[in-house]
C-alpha cells in the first residue's frame, strides 16, 4: 500500500461519501485511479462498507440501549479464543467482539431495544455457552463521543475573525 | 469645536498607512454568510494537550513573572527543537528569547540593529507589518518586488541591484505569506553570498517553516557562515494552531540577542506564563498534531491548485504555509475591484495582492486554512464569478 492509497482511506474513513473527484484532487490523482484504488480496497476486504454515524440520541421516536459486556472464557485447546467468539458474534443483536489483553478476554458490544432485551440476552444466550466463565455488563448511558467524532459538536462553527494579515 | 487630539500623535506615526486589510476586514465584517478566504491563521483549535498544560499551570498557581527571555525549560526545548529539525544549535542560556508572538521578535530585532536612516530590504508581496516595523524602528524600508514568472522566488541579482551602503538587514519570509512560495537550499545559497559580500544581517521570518509540503525545510541560518548573519524568528501561531496565545521566539548571535532582550525587558517584560507552559507541552509533545494539521492542509492546496486552474487563473502551486496567490489579470480587474466585486456578489472574501505591495497588483491571496466543506463552497462560487468575467 503506498502513501497515496493509505492517504485515500484516511479520508474515506472520514466521510464515506467523500466524492471520488475531490478525492482525486486533494491526494493529486486522477479520478479513475482513485476509483480502481477503491475498487481494490473493497475486493482485499480493506474496505468493508460504508456505514453512516448517527447520534440516535437525537431521533425522537427511536428507543435502543447498548452494552459493554467482559467476558471472561476458557479458551479450547489447540483453537484459543477464535471457536468462541465465533459462537458469540454470529448473533445479530452483537455490533463487536474484540480479544483484549488484562482483566477478561471478550469486549462483547450488544444493542437492544430495551435494557430487559439485552439482559435476556446475557442471561439466555451469552452467559449460557459452555466455555464463558463470567459476564459484567455495563449499559451505556450517553455517548460523548464515537469513532473520532464528539456528538453534539459544531464544526463549523469559526471564531476567527474574517480577514487578517 | 474642540481641535481634536491627532497634534498630539508623532509625526512618523501620523505618516503610517493603515494596513490595507483592515478596510477588507471592515468591508467583511458587516456581512452575513461569508466565506472567508481572507483569514491569515488556521482554522484548527490548538492541540487539547496544548490547552490542557497550560490550565493545569494556571490551577498550580504558576502565575507570575517568568524570566525576561522565557521559562529556561521552554528555551531548552526551542533550542533542541531547532537543532534536532534544522541542524542549527543556539545556547537556551543567551541564544533564545521567547517572545510576544513572531511579530514582536520582528520588533524587536529592528529596534535593536537600526540606526536612523539604516535600510533594510523587505521583498515583496510579502507580510504587511515588515515596512512598517521598519519605519517605526527609524529605518528605510526598500522594496524588492518578486514575479509569478519566477515563483515569487527573490532573484538575487534584483537584490543585488537594490543594496546601498546603507543597507543593513533583510527581512525574508520563508516560507512566505501570501505567496505559498518556498526557496529551497539552491535558491537560498547565492542570496546568502550577497548577505555575506555586502556585511548584511538577515531577518529570517521562519513562522511558516513547519508548514512545508514538497522538499525539507532549510533554515537560513544553517547555511554556511549565515548563523552569524541571522535572526531566525518563528513561534507556535501557525504550527501548533496558537495564534491567539501570541507567543514566538527568536534564536541568534549572542550580542544580538541580549540587544533584544534589553528592549524586551524594558517595554515586555516578558512573554504570557500561561502561554509559555502551553508551548512547553506543545514541543514536548511533539510533532503528531503537527503532521496531521499538515497533512490536511496539503490536500487542501491540492484541491485549491486544481481548482484555480480549472477556473482559468493562472497559479502558482505553494510550496509552504497555507496561501495560494492566483493571478486574477486575465479578467482585466485591479486586485481590490475583483476582491470588492468578489465579497458584493458571492459573499467569498480574499485579500487583493496589492496590500502586499507593488508586485502584490494583479494577485490576490486566497488561504485555505478553512474546511473542505467551506473550500469546496467557496470555489464553486469563484468559478461562477471569474466565469462571468473571462466570457465577456
Request: aromatic letters at 8%; hydrophobic letters at 40%.
Amino acid at each position: 500500500m503506498d502513501k497515496k492509497e493509505i492517504e485515500i482511506l484516511e479520508l474515506l474513513e472520514k466521510n464515506g461519501r467523500m466524492d471520488v473527484h475531490m478525492i482525486a484532487r486533494m491526494v493529486e490523482m486522477s479520478a479513475e485511479e482513485v476509483e480502481s484504488a477503491i475498487k481494490k480496497f473493497e475486493e482485499m476486504q480493506i474496505v468493508h462498507g460504508y456505514s453512516t454515524l448517527i447520534d440516535w440520541t437525537e431521533v425522537r421516536g427511536y428507543e435502543g440501549v447498548t452494552a459493554m459486556i467482559d467476558v471472561k472464557v476458557t479458551p479450547i485447546r489447540g483453537k484459543g479464543f477464535n471457536d468462541v467468539a465465533e459462537r458469540i458474534y454470529r448473533f445479530p443483536e452483537v455490533k463487536a467482539v474484540y480479544l483484549m489483553s488484562g482483566a477478561y478476554d471478550l469486549s462483547v458490544s450488544v444493542e437492544g431495544k430495551t435494557m430487559s432485551q439485552v439482559a435476556r440476552f446475557v442471561s439466555e444466550k451469552l452467559s449460557t455457552l459452555d466455555t464463558v466463565i463470567s459476564t459484567t455488563t455495563h449499559f451505556i448511558l450517553k455517548k460523548y463521543k464515537h469513532d473520532g467524532i464528539i456528538f453534539g459538536e459544531d464544526d463549523d462553527n469559526d471564531r476567527r475573525m474574517p480577514v487578517s494579515p | 469645536m474642540s481641535p481634536g487630539t491627532s497634534r498630539f500623535i508623532a509625526e512618523h506615526v501620523e505618516a503610517l498607512k493603515p494596513s490595507g486589510i483592515r478596510r477588507f476586514f471592515d468591508l467583511a465584517s458587516t456581512m452575513d454568510n461569508v466565506i472567508s478566504l481572507g483569514v491569515g491563521e488556521p482554522d484548527f483549535v490548538t492541540p487539547w494537550n496544548v490547552i490542557e498544560a497550560s490550565y493545569h499551570s494556571l490551577e498550580q498557581g504558576y502565575t507570575a513573572y517568568t524570566a525576561n527571555a522565557g521559562l529556561m525549560e521552554l528555551r531548552e526545548l526551542i533550542a533542541d527543537y531547532l537543532k534536532t529539525t534544522y541542524s542549527v544549535s543556539y545556547r537556551p542560556a543567551d541564544q533564545v528569547i521567547v517572545t510576544v508572538g513572531a511579530s514582536q521578535a520582528i520588533d524587536i530585532a529592528l529596534r535593536a540593529i537600526l540606526n536612523p536612516g539604516d535600510e533594510v530590504i523587505i521583498v515583496e508581496p510579502c507580510f504587511v507589518a515588515y515596512a512598517s516595523a521598519v519605519t517605526l524602528a527609524g529605518g528605510v524600508p526598500i522594496s524588492v518586488g518578486t514575479k509569478a514568472e519566477n515563483g515569487f522566488k527573490l532573484q538575487p541579482e534584483e537584490l543585488e541591484k537594490a543594496l546601498t551602503p546603507k543597507t543593513k538587514a533583510i527581512i525574508l519570509c520563508n516560507p512566505n505569506n501570501p505567496t505559498g512560495t518556498m526557496l529551497n537550499r539552491e535558491e537560498l545559497l547565492p542570496i546568502a553570498e550577497l548577505v555575506e559580500a555586502h556585511d548584511l544581517l538577515v531577518l529570517s521570518d521562519e513562522i511558516y517553516a513547519e508548514l512545508s509540503y514538497e522538499a525539507d525545510y532549510v533554515s537560513f541560518s544553517s547555511l554556511p557562515g549565515m548563523q552569524e548573519r541571522t535572526i531566525l524568528i518563528s513561534g507556535f501561531s501557525k504550527s501548533f494552531a496558537m495564534t491567539g496565545w501570541r507567543l514566538g521566539y527568536a534564536a541568534g548571535p549572542v550580542e544580538l540577542i541580549q540587544a533584544m532582550t534589553k528592549i524586551h525587558q524594558y517595554t515586555i517584560m516578558c512573554a504570557p506564563t500561561m502561554a509559555q507552559y502551553g508551548a512547553v507541552e506543545a514541543l514536548r509533545s511533539g510533532s503528531a498534531s503537527v503532521e496531521h494539521m499538515k497533512k490536511s492542509y496539503r490536500q487542501r492546496r491540492n484541491f485549491v491548485t486544481s481548482s484555480f486552474e480549472e477556473m482559468g487563473l493562472m497559479t502558482n502551486r505553494p510550496g509552504g504555509a497555507f496561501y495560494i496567490f492566483p493571478s486574477i489579470k486575465e479578467t482585466g480587474m485591479s486586485s481590490e475591484a475583483f476582491a470588492e466585486a468578489l465579497l458584493m456578489e458571492e459573499k467569498v472574501a480574499v485579500v487583493p495582492g496589492s496590500v502586499f505591495g507593488e508586485s502584490g497588483e494583479g494577485y490576490i491571496r486566497c488561504s485555505y486554512a478553512t474546511s473542505m466543506k467551506q473550500l469546496t463552497e467557496a470555489m464553486k462560487r469563484m468559478k461562477r464569478f471569474v466565469d462571468k468575467r473571462l466570457a465577456r
